[in-house]
């Protein structure tokens, strides 16, 4: 029998299940990328902010490629699970998400979703490919962005998506909140100019009310999401007395940061642990290059030593010590005024958490993208200051030996770097 509505009272007593009426939830947001991240996220943020505060804030979950996700979470009414990997294993149902889309095959009800008056917030997760940048502006040579340029009520991009759902809501002119959660500096004002530059192309006078009505807060997302595998689906459905197809695993640790600047209402999300601040820079520079930029290090280098999960490797000790030292020698003293060494030490048990087996391979994946947030701006500037760099030119080198590039292979790297003589040894000597 499958999670639905009409099952979810036959759900085991010792599982959570939403204390609203989830068939009577209202949508007030729109998500874009409804993947695992966002399901285990922002959507548990939301569905406790529910439950603590009310409010018709169910989410309108779009898939921006493929409709399987979509089709799962529909055949599901929505529901889904979440696997809390602790020492002991925890169990909910979510019903935030109120209906879902597939944007190749439902563009016109994606653009009505975002104009619709009655949403108030849209959330996007579609990875740092997806905003189709060229450094920090929009590459408006992009294929996709080519394409909603030439068929703008048909968009491919996320983009594209946000700035004809824009131009639809104009008619009416309700403002809106359109929330970043990936992992890019100044998620929100990059975002804010790539809408903006396409709206500018389509339709100047759509560009002015964007940038007078339209907030894009910087933001900074936290908890570690593993793929979703066979073994997780086995214990949901045995924990849970049905099957689902859509459920998610994630860390018990989650961290929502957004700065204080909405266009209109939002979820109580700050009364369910997200917080509400001034200024997001520090939290993020402390996520990116502490804990994204280890990361990275640990699936470069932990994949070369043979292991395929991150406590695997956090169980190395010889990439332990490598992890201490450039936290230790490199990090903390390139990232003055942040506590470095206090949140390494709280990132470190987190990574060890034996029960979450997240795949080094999966991070490993569009590393000269993450590199480019994660680790060159800390390597820059340490080079600058006459800092030491050793260990994060390591973990560039690890990833060109990754990528199989022949030596020296400076040619995946950014000309910054390659054309600077300080950078580009430390990099080569990563391979002495």
């Not at 209906?99 to 439902?106: E, G, R």
């Not at 936290?327 to 034996?354: C, I, M, Q, S």
């Not at 030491?388 to 060109?400: D, F, Q, S």
Request: net charge negative; hydrophobic share 45%; with cysteine.
């Amino acid at each position: 029998m499958k999670l639905s509505l009409a099952t979810l009272k036959a759900a085991a007593p010792s599982v959570r299940t939403p204390t609203y009426d989830v068939a009577r939830l209202g949508a007030g947001m729109v998500h874009l990328g409804v993947g695992a991240f966002h399901r285990a996220h922002q959507a548990i943020f939301t569905d406790d902010a529910i439950e603590a505060a009310g409010g018709d804030w169910g989410v309108v979950g779009v898939s921006m490629r493929q409709p399987d996700v979509a089709n799962a979470l529909s055949a599901q009414d929505g529901l889904y699970t979440v696997e809390t990997l602790d020492e002991a294993p925890s169990y909910r149902v979510a019903g935030a998400i109120r209906a879902t889309l597939t944007l190749p095959q439902d563009p016109e009800a994606v653009l009505a979703a975002i104009a619709d008056p009655a949403a108030h917030i849209v959330t996007l997760t579609v990875t740092e490919k997806g905003y189709c940048l060229a450094g920090g502006t929009l590459d408006l040579q992009h294929p996709d962005i080519l394409h909603d340029l030439a068929h703008p009520h048909a968009p491919r991009s996320a983009i594209g998506a946000l700035a004809q759902g824009l131009a639809a809501r104009q008619r009416h002119g309700a403002p809106m909140t359109i929330i970043s959660c990936d992992n890019m500096v100044e998620n929100g004002a990059r975002l804010g100019r790539a809408v903006h530059a396409l709206a500018e192309r389509l339709d100047p006078g759509l560009a002015a009310w964007i940038e007078t009505s339209i907030a894009f807060p910087e933001t900074m997302v936290d908890s570690i999401v593993p793929a979703t595998d066979a073994a997780s689906r086995a214990r949901v459905a045995q924990a849970l007395g049905l099957t689902d197809e859509a459920s998610v695993q994630r860390e018990p640790y989650g961290q929502w940061v957004i700065e204080d600047r909405f266009a209109g209402p939002r979820p109580a999300w700050d009364q369910v642990g997200a917080q509400i601040v001034a200024d997001v820079a520090p939290h993020r520079r402390l996520k990116l290059h502490v804990l994204n930029a280890t990361h990275s290090a640990l699936a470069y280098l932990g994949l070369a030593r043979g292991h395929e999960f991150v406590h695997q490797a956090m169980g190395d000790a010889q990439i332990q010590a490598f992890l201490e030292d450039l936290v230790e020698t490199e990090l903390a003293p390139g990232l003055p005024g942040l506590p470095v060494r206090d949140y390494w030490a709280k990132t470190a048990r987190r990574f060890a958490n034996p029960m979450v087996d997240h795949r080094l391979a999966q991070i490993a994946q569009d590393g000269g993208l993450k590199l480019a947030e994660r680790v060159y701006p800390v390597m820059i500037a340490n080079a600058r200051d006459g800092l030491p760099i050793a260990r994060l030119g390591a973990i560039v080198r690890a990833w060109l030996e990754h990528m199989g590039a022949g030596s020296p292979g400076l040619d995946l790297l950014p000309q910054e770097i390659q054309r600077d003589p300080i950078l580009r040894a430390a990099i080569l000597g990563a391979a002495q």
